[in-house]
């Protein structure tokens, strides 16, 4: 059964920085592109960054330069290093396998302004 398990969500000022884990289960972790995605209040889920089983990386426009994506194959983990937070980065941080379109239960990241 596959699982994803996001952790290090919490509540940083502006400026601070965060590191969300997600652990995979249930799956050969190795051969598949990994991604974060983000939900907003309001808004609609967005893709934050992918990493693809190579290491090739992709952001979206407004975390570039802040957020960098990285994963440990021996650890079956994704991670998401996130600095100079803006409270515009406030949202659920979802976890997602996107060749199978599923997404753990997230991680709440709160930045005060």
């Known amino acids: 059964q596959v699982q994803l398990v996001e952790s290090g969500g919490g509540l940083v000022q502006a400026g601070g920085s965060l590191r969300l884990s997600c652990a995979a289960s249930?799956?050969?972790?190795?051969?598949?592109?990994m991604s974060w995605d983000r939900q907003a209040p309001g808004k609609q889920r967005e893709m934050v960054a992918t990493?693809?089983?190579?290491?090739?990386?992709n952001y979206t426009d407004s975390v570039k330069g802040r957020f960098t994506i990285s994963r440990d194959n021996a650890k079956n983990a994704v991670y998401l290093q996130m600095n100079n937070l803006k409270p515009e980065d406030t949202a659920v941080y979802y976890c997602?396998?996107?060749?199978?379109?599923?997404w753990g239960k997230g991680a709440l990241v709160t930045v005060s302004s």
């Open positions: 249930g799956i050969i972790f190795t051969i598949y592109t």
């Open positions: 990493i693809t089983s190579g290491g090739s990386t």
């Open positions: 997602k396998i996107p060749r199978i379109n599923y």
